[in-house]
């Protein structure tokens, strides 16, 4: 059974007021409800939710409404549900027809929402606010053509790594698992490892390093037997405990073979796809997330492409793939690319690269002026994080960070929209008092006087 929109009747509600009668018509988010193609949802998201059985899918509307409201205005899974009941606005954008009273879905619908569509579902949020700037001119096609391309980090909600807080989370979280299989463990140093976490924290705060790295032996010694006890008893259970097992214990040796200059290090228990990635930030050498590149038009900063990059890649060879998702969805392939110095050395076919200080070939002022406005992109990936949600990303794994990227890519077009309506609002009305006000004046002038024969 197919998700079924019953929010919209041939019959009207006598004794309740249709919200299109209590809101400003004017407002800009009632002025951009109406100019996004909502059937694109319904038409690619419908078949995810066909089942013969069971209750009927939220609507596609209210779920791509609730996503653009929650990125644009930096809101979690729960505040926006409460905002979208108080607001009347928020269920206008959505689609509602009169004002609700109560939730219309749970917090955790849109985790599983975010889940079923994937990242070709989210990108279909972003292509269709290209989409709308296309059609309402705040983007024109020549801009599409002339973009700035630069990464950033996309930090993950974790705490800052640490040997001795990533042993005495992998011993907490092993004898939980042994505890909830029902098996007895020798030892499951419920006391002494809380123990040496305060300890290593203290000799820290004291500077007595030799201290701290022999507690943080101890630590490691404490995860080691409790791994090597657990993988003696699980030998003869059943096939389902040892799976549960497998991926915990495949963390914990992660973490006991893992030394200062591996490179697939283990940073959270909790999030194994976590890098480590220096910028060369002087206030933050260290970022503990993943890389994001991000495409934006040269003139009106609008961001046409957004992707999540594993693997720590060199930023050039983040290039070609960031390019070819704006093309995909803007509908436009990009002519003019501007970087930084990063990308140096990088040549993609049909694509006419500047890079930041490049003097060679850059010998019109067009030219000039686009590569100095290059470092206006740097400007958006802030406020991407600021007014965003991409100083955190608590999405979980390796596709949380990718949905979370392209949602916040989103999010910031969505701004960036609002802002138009509400300037050509402001401009309309403008006008208009201009022309009224010249016609008082003409009016109080009275008749023109004869000159004297």
């Known amino acids: 059974m197919g998700p079924r929109d019953k929010r919209h009747t041939p019959q009207d509600d006598l004794f309740r007021s249709e919200l299109v009668n209590l809101i400003d018509p004017r407002h800009p988010l009632v002025k951009l409800a109406a100019r996004i193609d909502w059937s694109v949802f319904e038409r690619e998201w419908g078949e995810l939710f066909a089942s013969p059985t069971g209750r009927p899918a939220a609507p596609p509307r209210l779920i791509a409404g609730l996503l653009y409201l929650q990125h644009a205005y930096n809101l979690s899974d729960e505040a926006v549900l409460e905002r979208w009941v108080e607001n009347p606005y928020f ?253 140096k050395g990088i040549e993609i076919p049909g694509v006419q690269i500047f890079r930041s200080g490049q003097k060679r070939g850059v010998n019109t002022r067009t030219l000039k002026r686009e590569l100095k406005r290059r470092s206006a992109i740097e400007a958006v990936i802030g406020h991407m994080k600021t007014d965003g949600r991409m100083d955190r990303c608590r999405l979980k794994g390796a596709l949380g960070d990718a949905l979370n990227a392209v949602l916040v890519a989103a999010g910031h077009n969505i701004r960036l929209l609002l802002r138009a309506m509400a300037a050509f609002l402001r401009q309309l009305l403008g006008r208009l008092l201009a022309f009224l006000g010249a016609g008082i004046d003409h009016q109080d002038a009275g008749p023109a006087i004869p000159a004297a024969a």
């Open 91 to 343: 269920q206008h954008f959505c689609g509602e027809k009169y004002f609700q009273h109560e939730l219309p879905i749970d917090p955790s619908s849109l985790t599983r929402w975010r889940q079923r569509i994937g990242e070709a579902g989210v990108e279909l949020l972003l292509a269709e606010t290209v989409e709308v700037a296309k059609r309402e001119g705040v983007v024109k096609r020549q801009s599409l053509e002339r973009v700035s391309v630069d990464s950033t980090v996309q930090e993950k909600a974790i705490s800052y790594p640490t040997d001795a807080k990533l042993y005495a989370r992998g011993i907490r979280n092993l004898v939980k698992q042994a505890q909830r299989h029902g098996i007895a463990l020798r030892q499951s140093y419920a006391r002494k490892a809380p123990e040496a976490l305060l300890m290593v924290n203290r000799y820290a705060k004291a500077r007595q390093m030799k201290r701290k790295r022999r507690m943080t032996r101890r630590l490691k010694t404490y995860l080691g037997r409790v791994s090597r006890d657990i993988e003696r008893k699980i030998e003869d259970a059943p096939q389902a405990t040892q799976a549960a097992f497998r991926e915990p214990l495949h963390r914990a040796n992660r973490l006991l073979n893992q030394t200062r200059k591996s490179k697939n290090k283990l940073l959270a228990w909790h999030a194994p796809e976590v890098e480590v990635i220096g910028k060369g930030k002087v206030a933050k050498p260290w970022e503990f997330g993943v890389k994001v590149s991000v495409a934006v038009t040269n003139k009106e900063s609008f961001v046409v492409g957004c992707r999540s990059m594993p693997g720590t890649p060199f930023d050039g060879h983040t290039l070609a793939e960031t390019l070819e998702q704006a093309e995909i969805l803007s509908g436009i392939a990009p002519k003019r690319c501007y970087v930084d110095r990063g990308y």
